[in-house]
């Protein structure tokens, strides 16, 4: 990995001082003057008599958001130090002690759902979306401020309702919140609670293909005798419809990995994992009111790091079980999470959600775009069909952006698509990952633009091979007629070899 260390502290003394100077001549004129009439954030800066203990943080916080890392990395407080110098943690394909150097021959890494694209939604929101955390911010296991005992903080979950009431992608007044660390947890609990604990007869978890393999691997993992992952909905409704046994269905939608709206196939006990449910990535047709749904921060705002998740649950049993499980699990969520998640929501639902899910969904959008127009041009690769859908947010019919494209490899003898776009220096995830056919492979669209452009700048070659190769055959038509006399085009000068790949 490249590093790199930026000296900054001479400036960010400077500006410090400079910024003490404003703020005390702002004080100073702060009377009634112009710098009021901006509003209510800048009367607050106004009449704050100065800072004492939080400037050295917020010193420390903007010298290291300083560090450029050439715009192809990052450097953080808790970045590994070197000689005293913070290091810079490149991204994939560039390095150097400041990210500067691009490795020329680097595959594009479409592989993995880190929700990077959000980034430059947040440094826009720099200011606004800062917390400091003092060193004795809530060292109690509890909320002990509130009447019960509680975990789960009171305003993180009225920042929850608003969110979801903004946007109206789930119904949740009346219905009982759980947070978990990511939606990881939660959906585990999710099978705990509402397995029916009769180790005679275990639960039946399924899921229909392709599906996100995390519900089979926790399934297996955590290995009880109260549930059995048993695969695909259609091959279960097959070989055990008239059993009428207790199934638990997950239901994805929209569906990773290919964006789909997806309902319940068995319509028994269901979990729904919302966690793309958002308008950057679907249209929101209606606001989902089922038993059990599942979101996450990670696909909402970007924050995959911060790892929160929330269940939002009709039936009083079913929310008691998921509640032990987190208590039992780790007696409820860090205090330091919720105190980023609440500052991180409050910025969601500024302009009744506008600002984010209109970044979001340009920036998908225009992704989309671009990755449409590559595939038009290919007979070689296909991406999944998206079919219009009224958005009840955005009050306007429209496509889906989905976080993933499901490519598929249409000749014949492709049928192991992640290595043929291996060969194209594009790392995807394959089909079987999802329990589908290797002909299929997800490429993520979700991570940073860095990522993306190289994705596209392999695709664009990838796909110009397929048509090189093609209009060389057109064109050898054309010099076979030309050669009987019928036009005059002249022939390729560098036939481009169609690439067959060595493994079959
Ligand atoms: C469908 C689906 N559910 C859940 C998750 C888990 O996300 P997290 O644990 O970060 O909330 C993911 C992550 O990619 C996902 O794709
Ligand atoms: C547990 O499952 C067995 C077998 O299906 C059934 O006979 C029994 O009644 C169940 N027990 C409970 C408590 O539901
Ligand atoms: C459901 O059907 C499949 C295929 O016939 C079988 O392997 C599986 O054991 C059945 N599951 C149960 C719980 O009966
Ligand atoms: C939604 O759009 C339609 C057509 O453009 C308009 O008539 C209607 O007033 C809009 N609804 C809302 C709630 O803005």
């Known amino acids: 990995m490249g590093k790199t260390k930026k000296y900054c502290y001479g400036i960010c003394l400077l500006s410090s001082i400079v910024i003490n100077i404003l703020f005390s001549i702002n004080l100073y004129l702060g009377g009634g003057g112009g710098a009021l009439q901006r509003g209510e954030k800048n009367l607050e800066i106004v009449y704050r008599p100065s800072l004492t203990w939080t400037e050295k943080a917020a010193a420390e ?11 192809h990395g990052r450097a953080y407080l808790d970045s590994l130090i070197s000689d005293g110098q913070t290091v810079c943690e490149c991204y994939t394909c560039y390095g150097g002690i400041d990210c500067s ?3 020329p021959g680097c595959s594009a890494d479409a592989d993995s759902g880190d929700p990077i694209f959000l980034e430059p939604f947040w440094m826009q929101k720099a200011e606004d979306s800062a917390i400091v955390v003092s060193g004795w911010h809530r060292m109690s296991y509890s909320y002990a401020g509130y009447t019960s005992m509680s975990t789960m903080s009171l305003e993180v979950e009225k920042y929850i309702h608003k969110i979801h009431s903004i946007v109206g992608n789930a119904i949740t007044e009346g219905r009982y919140l759980v947070f978990g660390i990511g939606s990881s947890q939660l959906l585990s609990a999710a099978v705990y609670a509402l397995s029916s604990q009769n180790s005679s007869s275990p639960s039946n978890v399924v899921a229909t293909i392709p599906y996100y393999p995390m519900y089979e691997a926790q399934t297996l993992f955590f290995n009880s005798e109260d549930f059995e992952f048993e695969g695909d909905t259609n091959s279960w409704k097959l070989n055990n419809a008239t059993n009428n046994m207790d199934v638990i269905e997950f239901v994805t939608s929209p569906n990773n990995p ?3 709206l997806k309902t319940s196939v068995i319509g028994g006990k269901t979990i729904y994992d919302h966690a793309y449910f ?9 606001p989902s009111d089922h038993d059990f749904m599942i979101f996450t921060l990670s696909k909402l705002t970007g924050h995959a790091g911060a790892r929160f998740g929330w269940a939002v649950i009709k039936d009083k049993d079913v929310y008691e079980k998921v509640s032990t499980y987190i208590q039992v699990a780790d007696l409820g969520i860090s205090k330091d999470t919720q105190l980023r998640v609440l500052k991180l929501l409050k910025v969601a639902v500024e302009d009744d959600g506008k600002q984010l899910f209109k ?3 340009d920036k ?3 992704r989309w775009d671009r990755l449409t127009s590559v595939f038009s041009k290919s007979t070689r690769f296909s991406i999944q069909k998206r079919d219009p859908l009224h958005c009840n947010f955005f009050n306007e019919t429209r496509l889906p952006s989905p976080a993933y494209a499901w490519v598929k490899c249409e000749r014949e003898e492709e049928d192991d698509c992640h290595a043929v776009l291996e060969a194209g220096k594009i790392i995807g995830r394959t089909g079987s990952t999802y329990k589908a056919k290797d002909r299929y492979v997800r490429l993520s669209l979700i991570k940073s633009q860095d990522d993306f452009d190289l994705l596209m700048l392999r695709l664009t070659e990838l796909v110009s091979l397929e048509n090189e190769f093609l209009s060389y055959k057109q064109n050898k038509n054309v ?8 036009t005059n085009s002249t022939p390729p000068k560098h036939p481009i070899h169609y690439g067959t790949r060595n493994r079959t």
Do not use: K, L
């Open 359 to 361: 970044f979001a969904y």
């Open 61 to 71: 916080a903007e010298a290291v958001a300083a560090i450029s890392c050439s715009g």
């Open 479 to 486: 010099r076979n007629a030309r050669e009987a006399g019928m």
């Open 258 to 260: 290919d964006g789909e």
């Open 364 to 366: 998908m959008r225009q």
């Open 278 to 286: 958002w308008p950057h990535f679907t249209p929101i047709p209606a």
């Open 101 to 103: 150097e691009f490795s």
